[in-house]
């Protein structure tokens, strides 16, 4: 079991920014892609955000897109993601997860990832 820990929730208004972190101590971060899920209640857990560690690509959902930046720190073995102009609809338990092989077309799927953080919650008050 890899364990994966988040970090960083809160309660922040409306406009405001959080940094979620995904520490990741016992990746090898070349053979994992890290995605970010949420999921509010009574919704079903909806694709945030994907970095793949060994080339820095970058996936965004079309809600976060221009608000959201996932970047990585490979020494750190750590991921975060920065969340600007939060909004309301932003409220939701936040998840990091590791995906092995990396495979970009299926990002968004959580059924291909094998690792889960317990998640961190996030709301916004507006």
């Known amino acids: 079991e890899v364990p994966l820990v988040e970090s960083g929730g809160g309660l922040v208004q409306a406009g405001g920014s959080l940094r979620l972190s995904c520490a990741a101590p016992g990746f090898r971060f070349d053979d994992y892609a890290i995605g970010w899920f949420r999921q509010a209640p009574g919704k079903e857990r909806e694709a945030v955000s994907y970095?793949?560690?060994?080339?820095?690509?970058?996936y965004y959902g079309d809600s976060v897109k221009g608000r959201f930046t996932i970047s990585r720190d490979n020494a750190k073995n750590t991921i975060y993601l920065q969340m600007n102009s939060l909004k309301s609809e932003d409220t939701a338990v936040y998840y990091c997860?590791?995906?092995?092989?990396?495979?970009?077309?299926?990002?968004?799927?959580?059924?291909?990832?094998?690792?889960w953080g317990q998640g961190t919650q996030v709301t916004v008050s507006s």
């Open positions: 970095i793949s560690t060994s080339d820095g690509s970058t």
């Open positions: 997860a590791g995906q092995t092989p990396i495979d970009y077309g299926t990002w968004y799927v959580e059924g291909e990832y094998d690792y």
